[in-house]
């Protein structure tokens, strides 16, 4: 899902960078506000599991491979505007050390998977929690399908800019982008939930420590 330089057209990049540092700026504002001590931690865990995650990919179909995105991971545990800022991170790293990504796209990639992955992951976690509410596989439901979902929507983001930008037709990087990540999602999905199951039976605190942060 890393777009590379020369992929997308200077206008596409441009507003992608405006959107982009907007989202985060507003990120970083919230996060002085709100950000606890137990928090700051586990910001640099978090952000630290997800690169080396990223770095290790699995074969999906037809040649293709996927890798974590961790964005809703991210705002499971971190909430979304520390979960922005920890994907942030994770890509620019990527960007300047490995060419992961282009720096011209990467307004474009944090947009798609900082932005977009995180707050998709946190709205649609937060949201089959309360309607699934106590139920004892709220917790796995939820994670598997915010993870899932998160890498569908980022992906059609990054193939709408593709299309905007004239790079592929809208007929071919929609489809294309969106089922093969529907397919890599499911292995997001299937990693979200095992981290969530290995923190509920030895850190269980920490899939509930932004939302006491919020409620202190």
């Given at each position: 899902?890393?777009?590379?330089?020369?992929?997308?057209?200077?206008?596409?990049?441009?507003?992608?960078?405006?959107?982009?540092?907007?989202?985060?700026?507003?990120?970083?504002?919230?996060?002085?506000?709100?950000?606890?001590?137990?928090?700051?931690?586990?910001?640099?865990?978090?952000a630290?599991?997800?690169?080396?995650?990223?770095?290790?990919?699995?074969?999906?179909?037809?040649?293709?491979?996927?890798?974590?995105?961790?964005?809703?991971?991210?705002?499971?545990?971190?909430?979304p505007?520390?979960?922005?800022?920890?994907?942030?991170?994770?890509?620019?790293?990527?960007?300047?050390?490995?060419?992961?990504?282009?720096?011209v796209?990467?307004?474009?990639?944090?947009?798609?998977?900082?932005?977009?992955?995180?707050?998709?992951?946190?709205?649609?976690?937060?949201?089959?929690?309360?309607?699934?509410?106590?139920?004892?596989?709220?917790?796995?439901?939820?994670?598997?399908?915010a993870a899932?979902?998160?890498?569908?929507?980022?992906s059609?983001?990054?193939?709408?800019?593709?299309?905007?930008?004239?790079?592929?037709?809208?007929?071919?990087?929609?489809?294309?982008?969106?089922?093969?990540h529907?397919?890599?999602?499911?292995?997001?999905?299937?990693?979200?939930?095992?981290?969530?199951?290995?923190?509920?039976?030895?850190?269980?605190?920490?899939?509930?420590?932004?939302?006491?942060?919020?409620?202190?």
């Amino acid at each position: 899902m890393h777009i590379p330089d020369g992929f997308i057209s200077t206008g596409t990049a441009a507003v992608s960078w405006l959107a982009s540092a907007g989202s985060v700026g507003y990120a970083v504002r919230r996060v002085n506000r709100q950000l606890g001590e137990r928090q700051v931690p586990l910001m640099g865990v978090t952000a630290a599991f997800i690169f080396a995650a990223q770095m290790m990919n699995f074969t999906v179909a037809g040649g293709t491979s996927g890798h974590l995105l961790g964005g809703a991971l991210a705002a499971i545990l971190l909430g979304p505007w520390a979960g922005m800022l920890v994907l942030t991170s994770v890509l620019v790293v990527q960007a300047l050390l490995f060419q992961d990504g282009g720096l011209v796209a990467l307004g474009a990639n944090v947009l798609n998977m900082a932005v977009i992955g995180v707050l998709v992951g946190w709205v649609v976690y937060t949201g089959l929690r309360r309607l699934l509410s106590d139920r004892p596989w709220a917790t796995w439901v939820s994670g598997f399908a915010a993870a899932w979902l998160s890498v569908v929507i980022a992906s059609l983001a990054a193939a709408v800019e593709l299309a905007v930008s004239g790079t592929s037709p809208w007929g071919v990087a929609l489809p294309a982008m969106g089922l093969v990540h529907m397919l890599i999602g499911i292995g997001e999905g299937l990693i979200t939930v095992a981290v969530l199951a290995f923190l509920r039976v030895t850190r269980p605190d920490l899939l509930t420590l932004y939302q006491k942060a919020q409620g202190a």
